[in-house]
């Protein structure tokens, strides 16, 4: 497998108590061409933060001094706007929305695999510099997408979509040239916090691939074996 | 052991009857001072009358002899008369002047009119040390001649004593009564409490199946021993369902434990291309990754068991989440040629957790999708039955045997067919979880041929 560097590297700061993992994720992280800054308690992270020098934030839920969602909550009732991911042991059913409601943008439970952790970070640090046009039109290469009237067309050609295609096609599109892992469309595509046995997001992304590449020779979606899904341009 | 037994005498039954026979003792203390006291005064009364009536007498034949001039000889005779009566308690006294005793059988005295009680040294012939009480009447027939006429109440005392003392051995006996009684109560009492403790202890040494011996009767000690047997009962499937789960977990978990460990030990032996290598390390990670779905939909079970998500329930239209589910599934229904289809009627509203819900319907859709044949149809619906919300879904595949329904809720349990293909064996379990959490029943049926499950939810 050839090592990718990363699409925007970030310098990334982990909060995280246990060396086992913080080591895990650094090394995993600095592969992929992020920088990577770790702190071992609450108070250590928060002083880190305030320094207004990362580009993200990691956080564990369960850390000494002061815990996570408290140090994710106080950042942004300071009004500090650092994209934040939760990377924790705790899968209450309610935990990911409190960890979202305090102000986290994603939630990621232990234990996880690398390449699910970079494809929330790319999605997370992308998402926070999207531009204001995104939000009514997207484009990858010929493919155009208009998200006020739900239509898209391959050059120039309508693509007829159900309503849960339009959102898988959305939600690839906005992450046009990154990895998007399974669990990360059945959050946000689904609004699914359970994992179905079925494979429903093969399912629906064959559906998907099948009427966008009706008439064309090349594939749009691609899929990365052991990742998930990715849609480019060429 | 017997040190932790109550006795007899600090039980509280028998404190009980002690404290009954006390009130029972006071009260017949004060029921025996009133009859004292009437009984006194009305003995006292007929003695004024009887006195009186005497006294008259006297006066009247003084009065009738005056006129001769016979008056004080006629008050004489007169006393002479009664003294002749046998009655030796009459007491008369003729008095003139101060200390000269015309007549009667009693000493001079210093005269004053009016009912009062004189007390006198008993005779020494009679024996006796104890002072006489004589209640009379006096009066003066002329200024210087003065009658009394009373009577001895000592035998009216004696008699009263007599009384007292009766009293007294009824109180003795009684306070004795209620004591030995309040003991035997106190003792059969004792012995259905020693029956209870005893269970408990054995249960706390160990022995789960212990109960209470009841006879089956209507006491307070009989309900409350069958309360506390049924409380027992409860407890011991409880612990049988948890050392049931626990066993489950140990074994199934352990499987797939060791085929990672097989796999590996054989890699380590076996491999020597990179290839080989990658092929390996792919399989034990599928391995853990599948350890790890097994524990946490467990986890997931147990948070739903603990109610954790009763706080978030709203109102839920079971269609809307059936044609969610429909949305969701269409496609892998496609991919097994499943024919798919729904009828979800509208209005069917109940408090719920819109996730779970979905999930419910999820797990019973993957079910249908794994264990039966490509084409197979599957059908779901969410309608009123019977007045109840519910949701069912049913396929036409080859169902499960009547032996084996109840059994499918069970965790880990996977029928012998559908163990070779994927799954954790918890899927149902969850179903059944989310249901008793939404107050829902689960009836699984045969769909003639096939499987069919109905989730009845109470009404509103």
């Not at chain 1, 208009?146 to 979509?161: M, P, S, W």
């Not at chain 1, 359970?194 to 992304?205: A, G, L, Q």
């Not at chain 2, 986890?299 to 839920?316: M, N």
């Not at chain 2, 239209?317 to 729904?342: N, S, T």
Request: with cysteine; net charge neutral; charged share 25%.
């Amino acid at each position: 497998m050839t090592r990718r560097s990363a699409v925007v590297a970030v310098d990334i700061l982990i909060v995280e108590d246990d060396p086992k993992t913080a080591l895990y994720v650094t090394e995993g992280l600095q592969e992929h061409g992020h920088l990577v800054h770790w702190a071992m308690t609450g108070l250590d992270g928060l002083s880190q933060a305030h320094r207004g020098i990362h580009g993200l934030l990691i956080v564990d839920r369960m850390l000494p001094s002061l815990d996570g969602l408290s140090l994710v909550k106080r950042l942004r009732d300071e009004g500090c706007t650092i994209p934040a991911v939760f990377l924790t042991t705790m899968s209450d059913l309610n935990a990911r929305v409190e960890g979202l409601n305090a102000g986290a943008d994603d939630y990621l439970t232990k234990p996880f695999a690398i390449s699910e952790l970079l494809a929330r970070i790319n999605a997370v640090s992308r998402r926070t510099r999207r531009g204001a046009d995104e939000r009514t039109r997207l484009r990858v290469g010929r493919l155009e997408i208009d998200l006020r009237n739900r239509t898209a067309k391959r050059e120039g050609k309508t693509i007829d979509l159900q309503l849960q295609e339009f959102r898988l096609l959305e939600y690839l599109a906005h992450n046009a040239g990154r990895t998007v892992t399974r669990s990360m469309l059945l959050e946000n595509v689904w609004d699914l916090d359970f994992d179905p046995r079925s494979n429903i997001v093969e399912s629906h992304i064959s559906r998907l691939r099948s009427k966008l590449d009706r008439g064309f020779s090349s594939s749009m979606i691609h899929t990365v074996r052991g990742e998930g899904y990715v849609i480019r341009a060429n | 052991m017997s040190s932790a037994r109550t006795r007899p005498l600090q039980s509280e039954s028998f404190r009980h009857a002690a404290m009954y026979a006390g009130l029972f003792a006071i009260s017949m203390i004060v029921l025996t001072a009133l009859v004292y006291v009437t009984m006194d005064r009305a003995f006292k009364a007929d003695l004024m009358r009887a006195s009186n009536d005497d006294l008259t007498s006297i006066q009247k034949a003084y009065v009738a002899g005056l006129p001769r001039g016979k008056g004080v000889h006629e008050a004489r005779e007169m006393i002479e008369d009664r003294m002749l009566a046998p009655d030796d308690k009459d007491r008369f006294l003729l008095q003139y002047g101060l200390s000269e005793r015309l007549a009667g059988n009693m000493p001079a005295m210093e005269p004053h009119s009016g009912v009062f009680t004189l007390y006198y040294p008993r005779d020494k012939a009679s024996g006796s040390q104890a002072t006489q009480e004589i209640l009379g009447h006096g009066i003066f027939l002329a200024p210087n001649l003065y009658a009394f006429v009373g009577r001895d109440t000592f035998g009216a005392r004696v008699t009263e004593q007599e009384v007292l003392r009766e009293f007294g051995w009824i109180l003795l006996t009684s306070i004795l009564l209620a004591s030995v009684s309040g003991l035997l109560l106190g003792r059969s009492f004792l012995r259905r409490i020693d029956a209870i403790s005893d269970t408990c202890r054995s249960i706390m040494a160990g022995r789960l199946d212990e109960r209470i011996p009841v006879n089956g009767g209507k006491t307070e000690l009989e309900r409350l021993a069958a309360t506390i047997n049924g409380m027992l009962d409860r407890i011991e499937v409880l612990m049988d369902s948890l050392k049931q789960v626990s066993n489950d977990i140990a074994h199934d978990m352990r499987t797939p434990l060791a085929h990672l460990r097989y796999s590996l030990e054989r890699t380590k032996i076996g491999a020597s291309t990179p290839e080989q290598y990658r092929a390996a390390i792919e399989a034990a990670i599928a391995e853990s990754d599948h350890l790890l779905e097994m524990f946490a939909a467990l986890l997931r079970i147990a948070q739903i068991e603990a109610g954790a998500r009763r706080d978030g329930f709203r109102q839920v239209e079971l269609g809307q989440v059936l044609r969610r589910a429909y949305d969701i599934y269409k496609p892998v229904m496609d991919d097994g040629a499943h024919p798919f289809e729904i009828e979800a009627h509208d209005a069917l509203h109940i408090s719920g957790d819109p996730q779970l819900l979905l999930q419910m319907v999820s797990n019973l859709l993957d079910n249908a999708a794994a264990h039966t044949p490509s084409g197979t149809p599957v059908r779901a619906e969410a309608i009123s039955d019977e007045g109840r919300p519910a949701i069912i879904v049913a396929d036409k595949g080859h169902g499960v045997p009547q032996e084996d329904r109840e059994k499918v809720f069970r965790r880990f349990y996977r029928r012998e067919q559908s163990r070779t293909s994927p799954g954790s064996g918890l899927g149902l379990s969850l179903v059944a979880v989310i249901a008793g959490l939404h107050g829902a029943d689960i009836q699984v049926s045969d769909n003639a041929p096939g499987f069919r499950l109905a989730i009845r939810f109470p009404s509103a």
